[in-house]
């Protein structure tokens, strides 16, 4: 099946959806009728996204401004916050920002101004945890003269774009092979896909100077790349991901898997075998590009160690946060023992500690590991779905994603981010929107969970209260 035929699946959804008419007004309802002309499915999908991404974004920007106004900056004395970074704008600059600029914004923002100088050493070497793509990026757009929080809001909102887009033509490809052409569901859970990815619980920091979005984009893009046989495009954006996140590395062993196992659109299996594991395509030249995945993460450890650092120091700031190698998956099992601490400090009413606090109340520090591991419940499901419904590259690279933060644990909070973590794991939203086109009772429940959560989380945010 080829990625045009699968799109078949979504123009038999509804022709009349397909009908750029009703919205010609917009330069942008102009721009996808031109599409559409060409290419209907993507047209609509352009439309999809487009809806999604200023509806989501009005309401991350609209519930954040409401939570300053209503009660304040929040505790900004004990943040990471230089002046003239996150503050000292004015009234209305700073409202608009806070939504955006919180916490590890301040840290891409610094760099961005005045690179990592690990020639400094311990002095920066807080920084170098953060990897140099976004800030760099956002150290261009800056330099066009846009405002550095702009240029960090506009860059996110792009990748956040792209990254709709890529889902929901990954998702129209995965669901296409299981359902029969002209069955509605293909083109239902595409569109549930770019819902749950853009009003997701943690989807806010898709928006923030944050570098979320940008990963997300180009790990959809290996992928998608990946599904098509574009070899040298799964090299380029491998790369790029491997200099946004230090999980972009392990995007090299799915990319792997569907070069040899597939399944693949540029051309048929060269052996049909009934042995699982015996590779269904040959290796050919093509395959080398995959070698170059790594590259992203080998130049920033070379500009560390040429500019008088450590070519490891991205390794060696984790402590900095706290993080330490407690074992694979260890984390798993700490952060359930902590959440039970946790219940007995919120139910000792504050005369005992059961934990080591994190620098705030044990109270809040209780409640953060509960939150923490709920998150970490709701996701077992989903990663259980992934395996079972996607092609085996999607759960292998879930599994290995979540190896890293899950065998590096915070003392205090061993689930420390892993919202945010999550949040970027694109096959757990595909799984999502597939089971609950099965289940169409459960959609607006979900969607509008899913869209209250983030509402509270960005509040939070917003108010300089630590999420994630």
């Not at 891409?108 to 311990?122: C, M, Q, S, W």
């Not at 998702?171 to 859970?189: D, F, K, Q, Y």
């Not at 139910?347 to 591991?373: C, E, K, T």
Request: hydrophobic content about 55%; aromatic content about 12%; some cysteine.
């Amino acid at each position: 099946m080829s990625p045009d035929t699968a799109d078949l699946a979504i123009q038999a959804v509804s022709p009349a959806e397909l009908d750029p008419a009703p919205e010609l007004e917009s330069p942008f309802a102009r721009a996808t009728a031109a599409l559409g002309a060409i290419d209907p499915a993507k047209a609509l999908a352009a439309r999809e996204v487009w809806r999604a991404l200023w509806s989501s974004r009005l309401f991350v920007w609209a519930a954040g401004m409401a939570a300053v106004l209503a009660f304040g900056a929040g505790p900004v004395r004990n943040a990471f916050n230089p002046p003239g970074v996150t503050r000292g704008f004015g009234w209305l600059p700073s409202l608009l920002a806070a939504p955006a600029a919180r916490w590890d914004a301040a840290w891409y923002l610094v760099i961005a101004h005045y690179g990592y100088r690990p020639d400094l050493g311990a002095f920066t070497a807080s920084r170098t945890a953060f990897f140099p793509l976004y800030p760099l990026c956002l150290s261009v757009i800056a330099h066009l003269g846009v405002p550095p929080i702009l240029a960090g809001v506009l860059l996110s909102i792009v990748a956040l774009a792209l990254a709709l887009y890529g889902i929901h033509r990954l998702t129209t490809l995965e669901l296409a092979r299981r359902v029969p052409i002209g069955h509605s569901a293909p083109g239902e859970a595409s569109r549930l896909a770019v819902l749950l990815t853009a009003f997701a619980p943690m989807a806010f920091f898709f928006s923030a100077v944050y570098s979320e979005s940008l990963y997300l984009a180009l790990s959809v893009g290996v992928f998608l790349c990946a599904r098509q046989g574009r070899w040298a495009w799964v090299a380029v954006l491998g790369a790029l991901a491997a200099a946004t996140r230090s999980a972009g590395v392990v995007l090299l062993l799915p990319a792997a898997m569907l070069y040899l196992y597939g399944p693949r659109e540029d051309r048929a299996p060269d052996l049909l075998t009934a042995v699982r594991w015996r590779p269904a395509y040959r290796l050919r030249r093509d395959f080398l590009w995959l070698g170059l995945v790594p590259a992203g993460l080998g130049v920033y450890m070379a500009y560390l160690a040429g500019s008088g650092g450590d070519a490891l120091m991205p390794f060696h700031a984790q402590a900095v946060w706290s993080r330490h190698f407690a074992g694979p998956y260890v984390g798993v099992w700490d952060g359930a023992k902590v959440a039970f601490e946790g219940v007995r400090q919120l139910f000792s009413q504050g005369h005992r500690v059961y934990f080591p606090a994190a620098g705030g109340s044990p109270d809040i520090d209780a409640g953060h590991n509960l939150m923490l591991l709920a998150f970490l419940l709701a996701a077992v499901p989903m990663i259980v779905g992934v395996l079972r419904m996607l092609p085996l590259a999607y759960g292998v690279y879930v599994i290995l994603a979540l190896a890293l933060p899950l065998s590096y644990p915070v003392a205090s909070q061993p689930l420390m981010s892993l919202p945010r973590f999550l949040v970027v794991l694109f096959p757990l939203s595909i799984w999502l929107a597939a089971w609950l086109t099965a289940h169409p009772r459960a959609r607006v429940p979900a969607l509008m969970g899913s869209g209250l959560l983030m509402a509270f989380f960005v509040a939070q945010f917003a108010t300089w209260h630590w999420v994630a």
